[in-house]
């Protein structure tokens, strides 16, 4: 049963950051491109980021480039999501998703996802 548990989320202040993470389980981690997307209170979900099954290549939407880092550890199964000078605007629920080999910036687009966890910006 494939498994993923994001965990890291919170409150902070506007300007600050926070490091997400997601544990995944019960698949070949390796296989999968690992994608971020966050979905705010009344609006549809968006893409956010998305790492390769390598790690090689990153991809991120316009609005938090230059801002979020993602990252994955194929040894330990977890993709990271670092959020540097955070805005009111970041404010959703983030969650983790697998995409089998090739990456995507489409939701529909992906097998598995996790639970997600709430980061809230304050200003």
């Known amino acids: 049963q494939v498994e993923l548990v994001e965990s890291g989320g919170g409150l902070v202040q506007a300007g600050g950051s926070l490091r997400l993470s997601c544990a995944a389980s019960?698949?070949?981690?390796?296989?999968?491109?690992m994608g971020w997307f966050r979905q705010a209170p009344g609006k549809e979900r968006e893409f956010v980021a998305v790492?390769?099954?390598?790690?090689?290549?990153?991809y991120y939407a316009d609005s938090v480039k230059g801002r979020f880092t993602i990252s994955r550890d194929n040894a330990k199964n977890t993709v990271s999501l670092q959020m540097n000078s955070l805005k009111p605007d970041d404010t959703a629920v983030y969650s983790c998703?697998?995409?089998?080999?090739?990456?995507?910036?489409?939701?529909?687009?992906?097998?598995?996802w996790g639970q997600g966890t709430q980061v809230t910006v304050s200003s």
């Open positions: 019960g698949l070949t981690f390796s296989n999968y491109a």
């Open positions: 998703a697998a995409r089998l080999r090739a990456y995507s910036y489409y939701d529909d687009e992906y097998d598995y």
């Open positions: 790492v390769t099954w390598s790690g090689v290549h990153a």
